[in-house]
């Protein structure tokens, strides 16, 4: 650290794009998964449209490298080396922040597998065309039932804390207070995922479609 | 016929940063209102050991009894905190004594907390006011200001809030808490903040206030009270307007 020094240093601003990339893109896929996804709430047909439509944006293969699979390879790997650089120490200081840090590295790390897994398994696989028939097959298998309910709540959890994260980070929430606000906030978003997350995935399991009600009577 | 009331006591031993370090463990006679310091006065004024073998007396830091200097940060009970207001009756016996584990140890319970005030130095934190011409009169300070660089300015430079943060290790240069806040702290001052651009610059560079992954044990760890957090969130967002907007609106 010099105090000459005008221009900030590479781990500075390698950390900002990586708290930056874990809302955006990252996060907000997340989101637009989980919307896209929650179509099967409604109908397989539903679904398959969405799905269809999703494989037909123009310059789809930018989008997808430039706007979801390298940000969220930078944040997962980044992510690691942070948490290499970390020590630990919530035995000795079992506080509540500090466990979130803990839990944080761990969900993180959960999440990221599972999204290789995923990626591999239903985008790769079905060579970026996933049917609902495909997922709905996928999830009779009970461990990839429990892989994807994991993969779910890690993902949801590691959202929710990194919102957290990221408004005190910023100083977008700075007074105590707002901090506070900002852990309920980031506390509503990952239980609210963690739920939609898990509808989706009952959907597919049971063939169960709550809101087929929405669609016309034929 | 009561007997007299123990204290038991053990103390990590290390006579050098290259020695082998040991546990010695003490039986004192409890009086009231004792503290950790009177612990290590009493093993002083009399080294011997519970089982009876003459030692050394201890080497450990303090100074003003009253959490004010800053000298007297260890571990207790594998906790960072101050030993003069760390009370015997508050503490689960035999009580554990340690130096702090992020400094480089220079006997016993002294740690060379150096590089503290070395970041100091390179963020600038104080006040310029005279060179080699009287500058004059500063501006005022607003009472709102001084209220809230009061509580800042009570740090005492302990350490505690680097020793229980996940960030301050050997794998990186952290600067920790104290040292974001007391920019906070000369930044808000008009006068301070004249170099504010400076201090953040200083702040962006290897082990910077980057490394802060919110943890915010410092803030639970600090025994002065001070907003560590709220200092950090203030001067993050400081420094990202100025790196990533400076070159945009200047």
């Known amino acids: 650290m010099s105090a000459t020094a005008t221009q900030p240093d590479l781990s500075y601003l390698l950390r900002k794009l990586h708290s930056f990339t874990g809302l955006l893109p990252v996060g907000a896929f997340l989101a637009e998964h989980f919307w896209s996804n929650s179509a099967a709430l409604v109908s397989a047909e539903k679904y398959n449209a969405t799905s269809q439509e999703l494989q037909t944006i123009p310059f789809r293969l930018i989008v997808e490298w430039g706007g979801i699979f390298l940000p969220l390879l930078f944040h997962g790997g980044y992510g690691i080396y942070i948490w290499l650089r970390g020590k630990s120490n919530v035995s000795a200081y079992p506080w509540v922040g500090n466990w979130l840090y803990l839990t944080q590295r761990y969900m993180g790390i959960i999440a990221f597998a599972y999204i290789g897994w995923h990626l591999y398994t239903e985008r790769w696989l079905t060579h970026g065309r996933s049917r609902y028939a495909n997922v709905a097959e996928d999830m009779q298998n009970p461990w990839y039932l429990v892989f994807f309910i994991v993969g779910v709540l890690a993902s949801s959890f590691h959202l929710g804390v990194g919102i957290w994260n990221f408004l005190c980070k910023w100083g977008l929430a700075a007074t105590v207070k707002a901090q506070q606000a900002a852990g309920r906030f980031g506390a509503f978003v990952g239980v609210a995922f963690s739920v939609v997350g898990i509808l989706i995935i009952l959907s597919f399991r049971f063939d169960w479609h709550p809101f087929s009600a929405y669609l016309p009577t034929k | ?250």
């Open chain 2, 1 to 250: 016929m009561s007997e007299t009331k123990q204290v038991i006591v053990k103390v990590k031993r290390q006579a050098g940063p290259k020695e082998v370090a040991r546990w010695e463990e003490f039986s004192l006679r409890w009086r009231p209102s004792m503290n950790v310091i009177i612990c290590l006065r009493d093993i002083a004024e009399n080294p011997v050991t519970r089982d009876g073998k003459k030692t050394t007396p201890i080497s450990y830091d303090s100074n003003c009894l009253e959490e004010i200097c800053g000298s007297c940060a260890m571990l207790i009970n594998g906790r960072a905190r101050m030993a003069c207001s760390a009370l015997v009756d508050q503490l689960e016996q035999p009580i554990r004594i340690e130096a702090m584990s992020k400094f480089p140890l220079v006997r016993d319970l002294i740690v060379d907390r150096q590089f503290m005030f070395e970041s100091l130095k390179r963020v600038k934190a104080w006040i310029p006011i005279d060179g080699t011409y009287n500058l004059g009169e500063g501006p005022r300070v607003s009472p709102e200001i001084q209220g809230k660089g009061y509580p800042l300015s009570n740090c005492i430079t302990c350490g505690n809030c680097l020793e229980v943060c996940p960030q301050v290790n050997e794998n990186n240069q952290f600067v920790g808490a104290a040292i974001i806040s007391q920019v906070r702290l000369f930044n808000m001052h008009p006068t301070g903040a004249m170099n504010k651009s400076e201090r953040l610059s200083a702040l962006m560079g290897p082990g910077g206030i980057q490394e802060c992954a919110n943890a915010q044990n410092c803030v639970h760890a600090c025994p002065k009270g001070i907003p560590l957090t709220e200092s950090i969130a203030e001067v993050n967002r400081d420094a990202w307007k100025q790196a990533l907007l400076g070159w945009l609106v200047g």
